[in-house]
């Protein structure tokens, strides 16, 4: 019956009621079923970025012209490192971005002009926007020691970095990994080099 007028439905009615019942019910499984995707896409997307590929941003100068500030990378973790990989790494619970320079036992020396050496031989540095000395306390050739990496900035003048002895070489364990693709701004999207 209906409560309004205490007259008994009509099929019409029961046929419209029916309809907006399932209609209902046919929206909440879809609503239910959507939330539970991207809870699942979310798991998933926090996964990669946590234990294979981390997405960074990049605060600073002191990797331009390589890197900006503001600028999104993309980092794959890996074990090995070759000289002029560009690296992130764990320091004082921030993560810095750094170019590799000098693996374990080589020996680092730099000249009063920021020209860099490892092993005598005079490193090529088409990145570099600047030789500089920068802050650089350590005596000078350095060994780099086992298990470390010696690392610099490419804006040397600014860069805090392996030269400094706050800083250091990095160990194996700070390493996130190595930055291989810029995303972000578009104007730079790309391979990093």
């Given amino acids: ?16 009621e029916y309809r907006r019942v399932k209609y ?33 941003r990049i605060y600073g100068d002191s990797m331009t012209p390589t890197l900006d500030e503001g600028s999104v990378v993309v980092a794959v973790r890996n074990d090995e490192f070759k000289t002029g990989d560009v690296i992130a790494f764990y320091y004082n619970n921030r993560i810095l971005v750094k170019r590799v320079i000098a693996q374990p036992g080589e020996w680092v020396d730099i000249d009063t002009d920021g020209t860099v050496y490892v092993n005598n031989v005079m490193l090529e540095e088409p990145y570099v926007s ?9 005596i000078l050739p350095y060994q780099v020691p086992e298990s470390r990496i ?25 390493i996130v990994g190595k ?3 810029q995303i972000w701004p578009l104007s730079g999207f790309g391979s990093v080099r």
């Fill in 1 to 16: 019956m209906n409560p309004d007028t205490l007259t008994p439905y009509t099929p019409e009615e029961i046929e419209e």
């Fill in 24 to 56: 209902r019910d046919g929206f909440l499984i879809a609503l239910r079923n959507t939330v539970y995707g991207l809870i699942t896409v979310a798991a998933v997307a926090v996964i990669v970025a946590v234990f294979v590929t981390p997405v960074l």
């Fill in 130 to 138: 600047g030789k500089s000395m920068g802050e650089c306390d350590l």
């Fill in 150 to 174: 010696f690392v610099m900035g490419d804006h040397r003048d600014v860069s805090i970095d392996s030269r400094s002895r706050s800083i250091g070489c990095v160990a194996e364990e700070q």
């Fill in 179 to 181: 930055i291989v693709w």
